[in-house]
């Protein structure tokens, strides 16, 4: 073991806790300060040209990468394609000539996402990949290379690398939107002070992990959970819902918030926790419709939200966990620490094998 746990039972709670540092590391490469500019690297095409972008990648990557798809199409007005690697290979895309085909993956190496990056530079697409290992195959391959800096992740489940991911991807979708001319000035200082709030606003997010390890208890008592959100918080559902399973083993989905009355709440009943991932914001009356229409149904709800939102909605709750009050540009990345950290306290609940779980691979080199 070349790097140490430090005081921590393990990497994955170490690797959490490490994201204020990583993703302020990662967010130095993509931002000034001083004159509140984004510094993307240049690329060796012009960004104003692209007219579509596709993204690609799998597991935790391919949930950031779910969160840029919002951004894209917000900020710059880019119509996305989101696929995973291993349905994007063989179900003959169409890719038009003039796009960016974009890769998100924390080892560079996953397989799938490999060989679909091979596949759409033969088609001709320019090449860009978010990847924090910088000597990586796919590092090597691409056009336009965005490194993470979140250093080496050795817990299986993703964590830190996930966080920083979005933070690059935020920075990507706002050079974007900028080259595309609908990004004022005034607009790209605001993405730079809010993107620049991250760090700390995920420090005080660590915060909560008291109030996380009460809930942890309830939840590692559940055979399954469901999670709800909505936006780019409807990833986040997504990819709670991911961590839940991936090192607790408890069935777990994520859903989108306003999609559940069409299946999952049949499921419904005192047995089944809901996480609802709900920052107050344009979509929060929305979602906490949706929270309503759970408990109505007898189901335990756990509300992650912001104090002025758990003042609001949290009556009535099992469980409610504050958040910051963040701007929404950065909620997908403040609200990932709780969904990781409540995963994480149910394995330990539980005591499963949190950094190695079982039937995992860290990177799958294989199809
Ligand atoms: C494996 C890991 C996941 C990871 C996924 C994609 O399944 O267990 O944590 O998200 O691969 O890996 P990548 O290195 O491409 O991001």
């Given at each position: 073991e070349l790097i140490s746990k430090g005081n921590h039972r393990h990497y994955m709670i170490k690797e959490i806790y490490e994201q204020p540092i990583v993703v302020a590391q990662t967010l130095r490469s993509y931002l000034r300060r001083i004159d509140e500019t984004l510094t993307l690297p240049?690329?060796?095409?012009?960004?104003?040209?692209?007219?579509r972008v596709t993204i690609v990648a799998c597991g935790t990557s391919f949930y950031a990468g779910m969160v840029a798809k919002y951004w894209f199409e917000q900020f710059a007005r880019v119509p996305v394609d989101l696929d995973v690697a291993s349905e994007f290979r063989y179900r003959a895309p169409v890719i038009e000539p003039g796009g960016l085909a974009l890769f998100i993956s924390?080892?560079?190496?996953?397989a799938d996402t490999l060989a679909a990056l091979r596949h759409a530079r033969e088609e001709g697409q320019k090449i860009a990949v978010v990847v924090n290992v910088p000597t990586s195959s796919m590092a090597r391959e691409a056009h336009l290379l965005l490194p993470t800096h979140?250093?080496?992740?050795?817990?299986?489940?993703?964590t830190k690398a996930f966080t920083c991911q979005l933070a690059v991807l935020a920075a990507l979708a706002a050079n974007l939107a900028r080259a595309k001319g609908r990004l004022s000035d005034e607009d790209e200082h605001s993405v730079v002070k809010h993107l620049a709030e991250a760090p700390a606003a995920l420090n005080a997010a660590l915060a909560y992990e008291d109030t996380i390890k009460a809930v942890a208890t309830e939840i590692a008592m559940a055979r399954d959970v469901l999670y709800l959100g909505r936006g780019t918080n409807y990833p986040l559902a997504l990819e709670g819902a991911l961590k839940l399973k991936e090192i607790s083993y408890i069935h777990a989905e994520g859903y989108a918030a306003g999609e559940?009355?069409?299946?999952?709440?049949?499921?419904?009943?005192?047995?089944v926790p809901v996480i609802v991932i709900a920052p107050s914001g344009p979509l929060f009356e929305k979602t906490v419709s949706n929270m309503q229409e759970v408990q109505a149904r007898g189901g335990k709800v756990v509300l992650i939200s912001d104090y002025d939102g758990i003042q609001e909605a949290g009556a009535g709750c099992l469980a409610t966990i504050t958040m910051p009050k963040v701007h929404p540009l950065i909620a997908p990345l403040v609200y990932s620490v709780p969904v990781q950290l409540l995963a994480y306290h149910v394995a330990v609940t539980k005591g499963t094998d949190v950094d190695q779980p079982r039937n995992l691979a860290k990177s799958v080199t294989v199809e």
């Open positions: 240049i690329p060796d095409f012009d960004l104003s040209q692209i007219k924390q080892s560079g190496e996953t979140a250093g080496p992740e050795i817990g299986v489940a993703s559940m009355k069409h299946g999952p709440i049949a499921l419904i009943d005192e047995t």
